[in-house]
């Protein structure tokens, strides 16, 4: 059946809808229509597909969507796929952001409550789970403990990664001309976010600032959305005057029970630090990689993943992310277990994140921990 545009469009407007329960369970429901069902591409060709975009930073179920619609009408259809597929989620998560700051934080902050421990127990999995996933040899634990190190003394994340570039690049063997071409373009990519973060002199306007913090977050997500969190806590967080640590922790709660990739929560940011302008630019900024990944470059890059140089400085700077995700994960679990309460629910949250089995796990902690939080909140300290 040769598809339409409408009907690609149709197709993944429907996964963005349907897109609950994070990527796990957005890949599993791709796969299961596209590979199984309809057969676009064979089992084989999916799996090594998605490998590639694992190893590149982005929400990997929105970067195959891109894909899959690329592969059947173009790059017209790649644009069109990735917009169905983010669209459920981004009309859901701006209706959110625009409650939040008609009602005013303070008048919704009884909800909330409960929500802040529910997102610390996230992100404590979430290192775990990473960490898990990334740290596979001494080296990376090593990489991850000098990334803590510098983070906390006030290293910028650029100087961390360089730190990292170098001592990967002293074990690598020098031949591997292509991973240090591949690699330069990251870099410079970076070096120009970095230089526009440093440099406050200069400035693009509040839009134009959103833009360029979300395009940082995408660039920098290596393993998922949780990875973005302490780039844009940093960008955001004190930064702009609606941006409080508590509206920070309540972006990602919310963010957790829209059909969309976490890395929504950045629309919900920008929607506080600038209106409608800001979310859109923000969005923009976030997803602008995880559309030219593909419509771009998508034939270079098994190629360029395939490079075994390339590939370990990906896995050094992944396991850097992670060390300083950990430092964040300290900083947020600092601010918010601060009582009997928060300490109670968090526990509560993680015990159930852990043992729970279930789709609609981590939506149903954040909506019970801030039911709980609502209802116990003048019986505990």
Known sequence: MKESYFSIFATFL????????????????????????????????FQRTLAVYQALPGPEAHELCV??????????GGVLAG?????????????LAAAYVQYGAETLLPLFVG????????????????????LLDIFAYIIALTAVILTLVGVHFLAVFLVVIAAEAARAR??????YIALAGFATIGVALAFVQAAPEITFGTAGNLFVEGLKAGM???????????FLRDGMVGVYPGVSMEAFLDSIALSNVVPAPLVIFGTFLGFLAGGLSGALMMTGGIFLPAFSFTLVGHHYLEKVIDNTALHRFLDSIAAAVIGILAVTMLEIAAHTLNGVLPVFLFAAALLALYLLRWKWVVPAVIVGCGIAGYALRAFVI
Do not use: N
């Open 174 to 179: 020098w031949k591997d001309i292509g991973g």
């Open 220 to 230: 920098l997500s290596f393993g998922g959305a949780y990875t973005a969190i302490p």
């Open 67 to 76: 894909y899959f619609g690329m592969i059947r009408k173009g790059r017209l």
């Open 115 to 134: 929500v802040a421990p529910a997102v610390t127990a996230l992100i404590v999995r979430a290192v775990h789970h990473l960490g898990h996933k990334t």
């Open 14 to 45: 429907k996964f963005g809808a349907l897109a609950w329960g994070g990527p796990v369970a957005q890949i599993a429901m791709i796969r299961e229509e596209l590979v199984e069902k309809r057969q676009w591409i064979t089992p084989d060709k």
């Open 83 to 95: 917009l169905g597929f983010m669209l459920p989620g981004l009309l859901l998560i701006l209706l």
